[in-house]
């Protein structure tokens, strides 16, 4: 996989950063979001393949980026496909900080660091690159604008988006409720990030955490639209020394 090409993940944690803040919007559940992005990278880059709800590794060959390879690595040692929801619900303690950094030394963000109440070390990352940004930005507003069925990276991207609740922070207020509407509805158009988007918010719901405590009852009941029904819950997703863009 050569590096001319911006990865899934990348694009949305660009999307995520607040240009006037140097904050990501929605940071735990962004954090989901990126590793279900992996996931939607390796498939397009032909690594994994969707097997029902798991994932299935289909060629271990690394793609020649670091935390992908790290992530397929993973995959392959499990032996078997691995449920979409219970790979996304793992730990991931650092991932947005891994991806930040890369896109620190790619140039495309610049570190501003600080204080949280004159103590604690914080860090926030302001965009360099904005063309870029409002590339991926564009490409968004595209699909929802025409209802042309968008290409499967922005159709991936769009779906992400929506399940980790990127759409308020893209398209705010009632005067954006239309749009949000239609990103929600851009999740048909690619399986994969269907499949992982869905597992996302599913996380977010505790759904994954529900079915590790009770694996001899096996999948959760349906939910009206064939996903699985959830348990209120929030995943603990542990604290970092140094708060990062948050």
């Known amino acids: 996989m050569g590096r001319s090409r911006r990865t899934i993940p990348e694009e949305l944690l660009l999307l995520a950063l607040d240009p006037a803040t140097g904050t990501t919007a929605q940071p735990q559940s962004l954090d989901l979001g990126l590793a279900g992005a992996q996931l939607v990278e390796l498939a397009l880059a032909g690594r994994i393949a ?3 709800d798991r994932i299935a590794v289909v060629m271990p060959r690394p793609t020649g980026d670091p935390t992908l ?4 690595e993973l995959l392959r040692r499990r032996g078997s496909p691995v449920r979409a929801v219970h790979w996304i619900g793992g730990p991931r303690l650092g991932l947005r900080q ?3 950094s ?3 030394r790619c140039g495309m963000v610049h570190a501003v660091a600080g204080q949280m109440c004159g103590v604690l070390p914080t860090t926030r990352y302001q965009a360099t690159e904005t063309a870029i940004s409002r590339e991926i930005r564009a490409r968004l507003d595209s699909a929802i604008r025409t209802g042309v069925p968008p290409d499967p990276r922005t159709a991936a991207l ?5 399940a980790v609740g990127l759409g308020k922070h893209l398209y705010p207020g009632n ?3 239309s749009s949000r509407s239609r990103l929600r509805d851009l999740i048909r158009h690619d399986p994969m990030g269907g499949l992982v988007a869905h597992a996302v918010m599913d996380v977010q719901n ?3 955490a529900q079915q590790r405590r009770n694996p001899a009852q096996g999948a959760p009941p ?8 959830a348990v209120p819950s929030q995943p603990n997703r542990g604290k970092m020394a140094r708060v990062a863009a948050h």
Do not use: N
């Not at 769009?158 to 929506?162: N, S």
């Not at 349906?222 to 029904?229: D, I, K, L, N, V």
């Open 69 to 72: 390879d790290s992530a397929l």
């Open 102 to 104: 890369h896109l620190e």
């Open 175 to 177: 005067e954006g409720r």
């Open 98 to 100: 891994t991806y930040l």
């Open 222 to 229: 349906s939910a009206p639209g064939g996903r699985a029904s």
């Open 206 to 208: 505790g759904v994954g």
């Open 50 to 52: 969707p097997d029902g």
């Open 158 to 162: 769009a779906a992400l988006a929506h």
